[in-house]
């Protein structure tokens, strides 16, 4: 960005590992009073920073992707003079196919593309690489969405068990011995294992009581003690 005369507004540059941002203008604060127009002060500020903590989607070379469905938009955008050239789109299978990117406008290369299945896949760029998931994040929650007590019917019944709904509010819960059935019409069985039984409890005091008699008049005589000798010293 140039001011008057042609002068640098803002400069951009990186360090070593770091990047530096300087605007050369001590009025920026006009815009976000509206002067003249104003001008966008709290968003510049806010992409600068961004900038400078390296966020991705503000590098000036980027390789991003949009899935919907199984379809893929791959997008590129550059700051170079030439074309950056085709993406290489590996599969989950380890297929790779390279897909042409035309531009679309200045600066911004973009192409559709079809992914054959779900999974992972591995964009590349030259030195961009990209991961993109095709499908829903946890595919194996959408196999069956609806709840059936039938994986752990057989189960349930081998060990005089079963399955049922909450339906009609909280059954009835009972406690049965072990090898009875744990399953009725209203109710459900539990079987106690005793495993948290606490067998005894002994409460045992510290001191007797008058042990506690003869430290509390040994403290108090011990505090007689030191405040009287504090007062002859002062007299």
């Keep these: 960005m140039s001011g ?4 640098p507004l803002l400069v951009l540059n990186r360090v070593d590992k770091g990047r530096v941002a300087v605007l050369a203008s001590d009025q920026a604060w006009l815009w976000g009073r509206g002067y003249e127009g104003g001008g966008p002060l709290l968003e510049l500020l806010r992409r600068l920073t961004y900038w400078m903590l390296k966020e991705p989607e503000l590098e000036e070379e980027t390789l991003t992707a949009e899935v919907k469905g199984e379809a893929m938009t791959i997008t590129r955008r550059s700051m170079l003079d030439e074309a950056p ?14 897909v042409e990117m035309p531009e679309a406008s200045p600066g911004k290369y ?9 999974g992972l896949y591995r964009l590349e760029q030259g030195d961009l690489v990209r991961v993109i998931a095709v499908g829903p994040a946890s595919p194996r929650e959408f ?10 019917q057989l189960l349930a019944g081998a060990t005089l068990g079963g399955v049922t709904r909450l339906e009609d509010g909280m059954p009835d819960i009972r406690a049965v011995g ?58």
């Design 178 to 235: 072990a090898g009875r059935p744990a399953l009725g019409r209203g109710w459900i069985g539990v079987t106690p294992r005793e495993a948290y039984l606490t067998t005894d409890v002994n409460v045992v005091a510290v001191l007797p009581a008058w042990a506690w008699l003869l430290l509390a008049a040994g403290l108090a005589v011990a505090a007689w003690l030191i405040e009287g000798r504090k007062g002859a010293k002062a007299a």
């Design 85 to 98: 050239g085709p993406v290489t789109i590996t599969g989950p299978d380890g297929a790779r196919v390279v």
């Design 4 to 7: 008057p005369y042609d002068l």
């Design 110 to 118: 973009q192409a559709d593309w079809q992914a054959p299945a779900l």
């Design 143 to 152: 196999i069956e969405t609806i709840a059936s007590g039938a994986e752990l």
